[in-house]
């Protein structure tokens, strides 16, 4: 039973391309994550979101990042333009519909590097 | 609204002797509370979870933390650290309300020394 799958590990930009990290949720959970990890600052969260819905996106900059859990596919967390200040790891997590004491089940992350 | 906060942002102990990792809640509702380990450029792993039950919970790996509703705390502990041991911690809370995602504190990093 795979986990939840998140690709790719590593993902090096230039200034100005956009990053597309996808994120895959363990069999059976319908609701992701979105998580940026920063040293010494801890997880922030991004957005939080259904098939096909956003329910809080209150964690996403306004500009340039935007998300979406299509009814087939993946997770996409898209960054447009991307800058020095977008370095950061990023993590996906799933959990099972409307359970909200379960915890979440984490990626192993997609470690983005701005040059 | 709900927030964690971590005192200390290290911990350093010696092999054998006792962790404790502090984590203070605040929570509008009665809360959800995690405590989840992360090892060198890995994902997130949960330890334990505290939902309501029993106010003592017992997680993975020897690891123990205790809800205290009085001192809005819910610290981790373990009775006799391991090399193994040696990883960031964190502590999160979610609401009991539907459409809430959890949120983490910023981490402690435990050191352990032999």
Same mark, same amino acid.
């Not at chain 2, 350093?12 to 450029?41: D, I, K, M, T």
């Not at chain 2, 309501?52 to 650290?81: D, M, Q, R, W, Y």
């Given at each position: 039973?795979?986990?939840?799958?998140?690709?790719?590990?590593?993902?090096?930009?230039?200034?100005?391309?956009?990053?597309?990290?996808?994120?895959?949720?363990?069999?059976?959970?319908?609701h992701?994550y979105?998580?940026?990890?920063?040293?010494?600052?801890?997880?922030?969260f991004?957005?939080y979101?259904?098939?096909?819905?956003?329910i809080d996106?209150s964690?996403?900059?306004?500009?340039?990042?935007?998300?979406?859990?299509?009814?087939?596919?993946?997770?996409?967390?898209?960054?447009?333009?991307?800058?020095?200040?977008?370095?950061?790891?990023?993590?996906?997590?799933?959990s099972?519909?409307e359970?909200e004491?379960?915890?979440?089940?984490?990626?192993?992350?997609?470690?983005?590097?701005?040059? | 609204a709900q927030?964690?906060?971590? &005192?200390?942002?290290? $911990?350093?102990?010696?092999?054998?002797? #006792?962790? =404790? /990792?502090?984590?203070?809640? !605040?929570s509008s509702v009665?809360p959800y &509370?995690?405590?989840? $380990?992360?090892?060198?450029?890995?994902? #997130?792993? =949960? /330890?334990?979870?505290?939902? !309501?039950?029993?106010?003592?919970?017992?997680?993975?790996?020897?690891?123990?933390?205790?809800?205290?509703?009085?001192?809005?705390?819910?610290?981790?502990?373990?009775?006799?650290?391991?090399?193994?041991?040696?990883?960031?911690?964190?502590?999160a809370v979610i609401g009991n309300q539907a459409g809430t995602a959890l949120i983490?504190?910023?981490?402690?990093?435990?050191?352990?020394?032999?």
């Amino acid at each position: 039973n795979a986990g939840v799958m998140q690709n790719p590990r590593h993902l090096v930009r230039r200034r100005g391309q956009e990053a597309r990290l996808r994120c895959s949720p363990m069999k059976g959970h319908s609701h992701v994550y979105w998580y940026r990890q920063l040293p010494e600052e801890g997880l922030k969260f991004m957005v939080y979101l259904q098939k096909e819905n956003i329910i809080d996106e209150s964690g996403m900059p306004k500009e340039r990042f935007s998300a979406e859990f299509p009814k087939e596919g993946p997770s996409i967390l898209r960054i447009q333009q991307v800058v020095r200040g977008d370095s950061a790891a990023y993590f996906c997590a799933s959990s099972p519909a409307e359970v909200e004491g379960y915890g979440y089940t984490f990626g192993s992350g997609t470690r983005l590097t701005v040059v | 609204a709900q927030s964690v906060t971590q &005192l200390g942002s290290h $911990v350093s102990v010696s092999e054998g002797a #006792l962790v =404790l /990792l502090r984590c203070n809640y !605040s929570s509008s509702v009665p809360p959800y &509370l995690f405590w989840y $380990v992360q090892y060198p450029n890995q994902g #997130l792993q =949960l /330890l334990l979870k505290y939902t !309501s039950a029993a106010t003592l919970v017992k997680g993975i790996n020897g690891f123990e933390a205790e809800f205290k509703k009085s001192e809005t705390s819910f610290h981790l502990t373990k009775p006799s650290a391991h090399m193994s041991d040696a990883a960031e911690y964190f502590c999160a809370v979610i609401g009991n309300q539907a459409g809430t995602a959890l949120i983490f504190g910023k981490g402690t990093t435990l050191s352990v020394s032999s």
